[in-house]
T-cell receptor, first 112, second 114 residues
Framework: SQQGEEDPQALSIQEGENATMNCSYK?????LQWYRQNSGRGLVHLIL?????REKHSGRLRVTLDTSKKSSSLLITASRAADTASYFC????????????FGGGTRVLVKP | NAGVTQTPKFQVLKTGQSMTLQCAQD?????MYWYRQDPGMGLRLIYY???????DKGEVPNGYNVSRSTTEDFPLRLLSAAPSQTSVYFC?????????????FGPGTRLTVL
């Protein structure tokens, strides 16, 4: 079963636009991570946000966490063609034995 | 540092064959993981190891086996390949325990079972 579910499943935007994707989860978490996967490659860690944090930034990335709604969002500002990838949220929850549980991902296409 | 390496990159097996997917990391990480990724889906944990000499089952362990005899290596064995094991397999490692830290992924092994 998947703890995290991303929404939307796919997103198509023009270069320069912002891309927002959401992740909802079911049980209380210790932290939530976002990863990027380029086609045919392994996952690359983007950002980790702990359960007591509400917002984190890293370059053009902004992640928010709302533990009351059990949801997180990833915002990519001023998108570039190189941001074309799949983005996955992964939760670390005691209920899951403190192992990372990945969602199904959001496929983002940035058109030049 | 090479990070996490996996071999082979591609493999085709016939039903019933066995094989070992190799994974190695040179970051002196305690924890290592094996995931499988099916088309259009996220990753599912097969096995993990919190430290050398220990292993534990993940979400989908049936048909697989692992060992962790060194800190660097974490091979995954397919005991008797089945078409349902056609997937992309990723190995990962992290310095901390289980889900608390960043995981570093290898490039993956694309396995097809005929």
């Amino acid at each position: 079963s998947q703890q995290g579910e991303e929404d939307p499943q796919a997103l198509s935007i023009q270069e320069g636009e912002n891309a927002t994707m959401n992740c909802s989860y079911k049980t209380s978490i210790n932290n939530l991570q976002w990863y990027r996967q380029n086609s045919g490659r392994g996952l690359v860690h983007l950002i980790l946000i702990r359960s007591n944090e509400r917002e984190k930034h890293s370059g053009r990335l902004r992640v928010t966490l709302d533990t009351s709604k059990k949801s997180s969002s990833l915002l990519i500002t001023a998108s570039r063609a190189a941001d074309t990838a799949s983005y996955f949220c992964a939760t670390d929850a005691k209920a899951a034995g403190n192992k990372l549980t990945f969602g199904g991902g959001t496929r983002v296409l940035v058109k030049p | 540092n090479a990070g996490v390496t996996q071999t082979p990159k591609f493999q085709v097996l016939k039903t019933g064959q066995s094989m070992t997917l190799q994974c190695a990391q040179d970051m002196n990480h305690n924890s290592m993981y094996w995931y499988r990724q099916d088309p259009g889906m996220g990753l599912r944990l097969i096995y993990y190891s919190a430290s050398e000499g220990t292993t534990d089952k993940g979400e989908v362990p049936n048909g697989y086996n692992v060992s962790r005899s060194t800190t660097e290596d974490f091979p995954l064995r397919l005991l008797s390949a089945a078409p349902s094991q056609t997937s992309v397999y990723f190995c990962a490692s992290s310095s901390g325990q289980l889900g608390t830290d960043t995981q570093y992924f290898g490039p993956g092994t694309r396995l097809t079972v005929l």
